[in-house]
């Protein structure tokens, strides 16, 4: 299967799941809130990559600034993430 993006996005998913992921599992929390860490982590990672080359045209949407999946900036994959969940917790 081939997978759409570069490899700085692909790392940001992988490590994000693990930095929020690991810990929830060996408190047992719910489902959502671990999706919603993870969520809240991709953001802030892509941000983070994305305002330290914000001088580059287009940084904020570009796929050479930070990460992306399926031609999507990994930020706005952490904020559908975020919502699909919440979502998910509040029914």
């Known amino acids: 299967m081939l997978i759409n993006g570069n490899l700085v996005g692909l790392a940001m998913v992988v490590l994000s799941a693990l930095i929020v992921a690991l810990p929830g599992y060996l408190f ?3 489902n959502a809130p671990l999706m919603i860490g993870v969520g809240a982590v991709l953001i802030a990672a892509d941000l983070i990559l994305r305002l330290v080359k914000r001088t580059d045209a287009k940084w904020l949407m570009s796929s050479r600034t930070g990460g992306y999946l399926f031609f ?3 930020w706005i994959f ?5 919502i699909v969940n919440l979502i998910n917790a509040l029914s």
Do not use: D, N, S, T
């Open 28 to 30: 047992r929390l719910p």
């Open 72 to 74: 999507i900036p990994v």
């Open 78 to 82: 952490g904020i559908a993430v975020m």
